[in-house]
């Protein structure tokens, strides 16, 4: 099947030929349809499916049919949980959108804000935002979202994960009652089921067969090894294995921030990439990752939350995720688009019971491989951690996982008080 017959517009199509797809993915083919018919949809889809192309294509082409308003109003509001996702997705606006007169721009925290002022004042048609940098500027009022035809939330099981309810709530309350909504997400527990109850009227459910289920192209195993020597371990398998890009996952990032270091002491290059980096610290790593330049990339999941890496050989859980749904984020970074990939976690005594959630979710066990030399000791005790999304410190409490986010908003906060205007 190719993408002539999907009804989109010459325009459209040019820029998806000139990106070098011929064929639409199983997500593109029943999504892309369902909104150019005006449908709300609930989309059940993960990084790697093509599901950016899957609502951007049909909403340029939505939006296209008429012509630019006189001021430009935003017609189209995108949200995502992370600066690297809205990048991303703006990114993907802008090339598909390319032959057509439509203007984006995209919002995140972390940045300046006037520069997002300005082009918010020459007029957009289409807006792509993370939320708490919106809610700034929907009180600062240099945004109006009065006139939205249609809403997309990408990634919306992280964006409920990151605590990003009520001011979704807000950004909801501030849209017109009458519009197209799209609702995409990897998982769906209740809080996205009662979300999408709330948001969406007369759904077309989408679930696509993951182009790269676990399963099926990503070979899975654990190594059992004591806390004190995983990175003892990491370091042998980067050499015996002779991994040249590896994405490794920790907890926190302050175990980011030192495994990266203690890796760069072992002779294998690593950047860490985690909320408290600056951007463009965070995009230098991930050029230099990309590039080859560095073989390890040490993130916390919400920093690699998105990342669009095009066939990343190699995952490693340094240390498990304390909610199971994150396993699966984690592994489908690699193994993409029919490549194999291979994803090991190091797991120690403590982590028994995040293990067991984990194979839970996936309804299978996973293999267990002790690399010679590195038996864990039976006599070390089990430090248990908390798992779970109860886990999560309270608001105000700093954790790897809200910290970006929060920081965007300290920042915020302090940049209203020194305006004299904080938030009521
Ligand atoms: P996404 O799921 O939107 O993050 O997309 C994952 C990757 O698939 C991105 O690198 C896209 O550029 C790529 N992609 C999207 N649509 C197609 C397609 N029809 N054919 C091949 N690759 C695609």
Not at 11 to 32: C, F, H, K, N, S
Not at 85 to 99: D, E, I, M, T
Not at 104 to 120: D, K, R
Not at 358 to 368: D, F
């Amino acid at each position: 099947m190719s993408f002539d017959t999907l009804g989109l517009r010459a325009e459209l199509l040019r820029a998806v030929a000139e990106q070098g797809y011929d064929q639409p993915t199983p997500i593109q083919r029943q999504a892309i349809p369902t909104i150019l018919a005006g449908q709300d949809v609930l989309a059940g889809a993960q990084t790697g499916t093509g599901k950016t192309a899957g609502f951007t294509l049909p909403l340029l082409q939505l939006l296209s049919a008429a012509a630019p308003r006189n001021p430009r109003k935003v017609r189209a509001l995108i949200l995502a949980p992370t600066r690297e996702l809205a990048a991303q997705v703006g990114a993907s606006v802008a090339g598909y959108g390319r032959h057509l007169p439509l203007r984006s721009t995209i919002v995140f925290g972390g940045v300046g804000i006037n520069p997002q002022i300005a082009e918010l004042k020459r007029g957009v048609d289409i807006l792509i935002a993370t939320p708490g940098r919106l809610l700034d500027h929907l009180s600062q009022r240099t945004v109006d979202l009065g006139s939205v035809e249609i809403l997309v939330l990408d990634e919306a099981d992280r964006m409920l994960d990151m605590g990003f309810i009520h001011d979704i709530r807000k950004v909801l309350a501030a849209l017109p009652r009458q519009r197209q909504n799209l609702l995409f997400s990897a998982t769906f527990s209740d809080d996205i089921r009662a979300l999408a109850d709330k948001l969406l009227n007369a759904p077309v459910p989408i679930e696509v067969a993951r182009r790269n289920t676990p399963a099926e192209a990503v070979a899975q195993a654990v190594h059992p090894v004591d806390r004190a020597r995983k990175r003892e371990l990491l370091t042998r398998l980067f050499l015996t294995q002779q991994w040249r890009q590896a994405l490794v996952f920790t907890r926190t990032k302050h175990g980011a921030n030192r495994l990266a270091q203690q890796l760069d002491d072992d002779g294998i290059s690593a950047a860490a990439i985690h909320g408290n980096k600056s951007q463009s610290a965070r995009t230098k790593a991930l050029a230099d990752f990309k590039a080859g330049r560095i073989q390890a990339l040490v993130a916390t999941d919400i920093a690699a939350r998105g990342l669009d890496i095009d066939q990343l050989p190699q995952v490693v859980n340094y240390e498990l995720p304390n909610v199971p749904e994150d396993y699966v984020h984690r592994i489908g970074r690699t193994g993409r688009a029919g490549n194999a990939g291979s994803a090991v976690s190091l797991v120690c005594i403590d982590e028994r019971k995040l293990l067991q959630d984990i194979e839970r979710l996936l309804n299978r066990r996973l293999e267990q491989v002790v690399v010679p030399d590195f038996e864990p000791d039976p006599n070390i005790p089990a430090e248990p951690i908390p798992n779970g999304r109860g886990a999560r410190p309270a608001p105000g409490r700093r954790n790897s996982a809200n910290s970006g986010r929060d920081a965007d908003r300290r920042r915020s906060g302090q940049r209203q008080r020194r305006q004299g205007a904080g938030r009521g």
